[in-house]
């Protein structure tokens, strides 16, 4: 079992800078595949970034991919998503998942990941 729950969201201008947190419980963090995902009201939840157990292997969505990193820190039990030259399309709510699976790289589909957060709220304004 994986307990995630996420900070960091807030309000910002286009063109600043967020770090979303996602601090997980559980023994099996380090076994984990991370995920960031993302939703606005009407439409699905979208992948925005993942890592794999070792952090070696990084996978982002096109539309961010340049402008946002996701890192883990193993230690601490705890996944980051560093957003930059935010922009008004980036406004959604914020999900950190994970899932434990020996898979090879960090599933883009939001239907591999069993564990969810609550979501934190990003807006961009222009």
């Known amino acids: 079992q994986v307990q995630l729950v996420e900070s960091g969201g807030g309000s910002v201008q286009a063109g600043g800078s967020l770090r979303l947190s996602c601090a997980a419980s559980?023994?099996?963090?380090?076994?984990?595949?991370l995920g960031w995902f993302r939703q606005t009201p009407g439409k699905e939840r979208e992948f925005v970034a993942g890592i794999d157990r070792s952090a070696i292997t990084r996978y982002y969505a096109d539309s961010v991919r340049g402008r946002f990193t996701i890192t883990r820190d193993n230690s601490q039990d705890t996944v980051y998503l560093q957003m930059n030259s935010l922009k008004p399309e980036d406004t959604a709510v914020y999900y950190c998942a994970a899932y434990i699976r020996p898979t090879v790289n960090p599933s883009t589909s939001r239907y591999a990941y069993d564990y969810w957060g609550q979501g934190t709220q990003v807006t961009v304004s222009s």
């Open positions: 559980g023994r099996t963090f380090g076994s984990s595949v």
